[in-house]
């Protein structure tokens, strides 16, 4: 536990070796749900998965921070890298948690993975995801957890068990934000690498293509078979791109 942005930090530190790999989780999820992608990092570099503060997990909790305050995430996550890592950053950050990282300007970053990343272009909301999310938040039972979970996922993702009851948790005791609107991207430019998944129901390829192109000026990557939760799917994936990007 640590400070950053002001605010009670926390961290889950794993594996050894550089880069250091900083994980922004997305909405809804914090260090300890990330365990299949702090897995295939940990066995090649040393990784901080960091709780986003606002969001459920040992992080702050203090509300107000959620509501689309994007220039103070990335302030935060700016501190949180300092506090966090003496070497080179590659900061890894999904959904939500790209969107901070696009946000912030820190000197100390020295590659960006950005997976699924929001605040580039507006979220697609289907009728069922719709439906989905309403009906989880309404009556917070697993079976509903894991139907709102499958939307989320690939054609025939299966969530695994204990993200099921932690997003049952969440519907029962918490209130995280929703979209966090459009990211004001840090003037410093960084090596990155940007993937979504094939059928991303929040944001697939045809939408998101050309704000990448246009706000990052890289190409989009596509995880083939994979939804909006790349970081449970293809873990190894991303692993990889550390790899791509290092060099």
Known sequence: MFKAGGVETHAVVAGSGGPTVVVVPGTNFNAATCLPLATALATR????????????????????????RLDWYGAWL???????????VIVLG???????????????????ILVSPGGLTGL???PGVLCASATWLAIPRPR???????TMYG???TPRPALVDWMTLVARHARSSGAPGLAHVASRSVPRRVVTGEHDVFLPPRRLRAAVRRTLDVELGVVEGAGHLVIEEQP????????????
Do not use: K, M, N
């Open 94 to 112: 999904h959904s939500f948690g790209a969107a901070i990282a696009l946000s912030s300007a820190s000197p100390r970053i020295d590659g960006q």
């Open 236 to 247: 190894d994936r991303l692993a990889d791109l550390v790899g791509h990007l290092v060099g």
């Open 155 to 157: 054609t025939g993702g």
């Open 78 to 88: 700016s501190d949180a890298v300092e506090a966090c890592a003496s070497g080179p």
């Open 124 to 126: 697609r909301l289907t």
């Open 45 to 68: 570099y040393r990784t901080v998965l960091i709780d986003v503060p606002g969001q459920p997990g040992l992080s702050s909790g203090e509300r107000g921070l959620a509501e689309g």
């Open 144 to 150: 509903h957890s894991a139907w709102l979970l499958r």
